[in-house]
């Protein structure tokens, strides 16, 4: 006779989890609090002091918020950086989607032109800035080999091209990582979905519309965050490739952090751009996850 009972036999199998244990997460949850909430602490902290990086630090409270706030530097760094989401989005989205959608292609000569497109991913900020910033000189540059009226221009003198000038810069630097993540998305599609639109008579376009698009949503998601929120740490190439000039044309908030820290020698003024960066981070990426439904989505794959 079976003396286990049936609340016995549950009581057991309640004692079983699916899956591994929450201590597993235990490394990578103190990994982030040492190396992240710990520093933005350091900096919430800071921001409420002076300090010019060598004498000891005293406590101000919110003047340093006040004082930055209240700089028309801040704002128009602030606006440009803006600027500098909103052009970004609208040149690396259509060009990564549709160069994405043409490498997903099974043909060998795609292979090797995305090969070519992913290059760019080679290379540091720093050196494709110091590239571009000898390509894009008035005095030996681009415009003196080739004879065109068009670039015969000072695009990183000019305060009226240079902002041009640098989303050009970043967006040739950022767009083959984007097209690798919309490859990947649009080779996740199932095929069975394109032929039996085939079978319906539609085209690329209608495919492109009604299935490719619709496929691609949380891939358009993902990258759009990781656009626009990357966007706020654009530093080094702008640092390398104008310095923030000609004037305050290119004086987007990360170098008006490091400028306000390192050149003015203003640490607590450093600390509140710092942590409005931060909020604005945050604040875009969880706009972008409830907005979208991101954080509801299911698995669009055929099957599941």
Known sequence: MNNTSPRTGTGAARGYRAGPSAWWTLPALAFFVVFALVPLAGVAV???????????????????????????????????????????WLVQTPLSLLLGIFTAGRQRYRNVLAVLYFVPLLFSSAAV?????????????????VSWSFLSRDWLG???????????VIAWQFIP????????????????????????GAGPVQQ???????????????SSTLMVVGSLTYFDVVFVLTGGGPGYSTRLLPLDMYLTGFSANDMGGASVLAAILVVAGLLLAVGFTRLSGFNRMQSQQEGL
């Open 129 to 145: 800035a110091i590239a571009f910033k000898a390509i894009l000189d008035p005095n030996f540059g681009i415009s003196r080999a």
């Open 177 to 200: 990582f984007h097209t690798l993540l919309y490859q990947a998305g649009v080779r996740q599609i199932p095929a069975s979905l394109y032929e039996a639109s085939m079978i319906d």
């Open 158 to 168: 000019d305060p009226q091209l240079v902002l041009a000038a640098v989303v050009f």
């Open 46 to 88: 800071l921001s409420l002091m002076a300090w010019d990086g060598l004498s000891a630090p005293h406590w101000t409270g919110l003047r340093n918020w006040t004082r930055v706030l209240a700089d028309p530097v801040t704002g128009h760094a602030a606006l440009l950086s803006v600027k500098i989401i909103v052009l970004s």
């Open 208 to 222: 492109f519309r009604w299935i490719t698009l619709p496929q691609l949503k949380y891939t358009l998601v993902t």
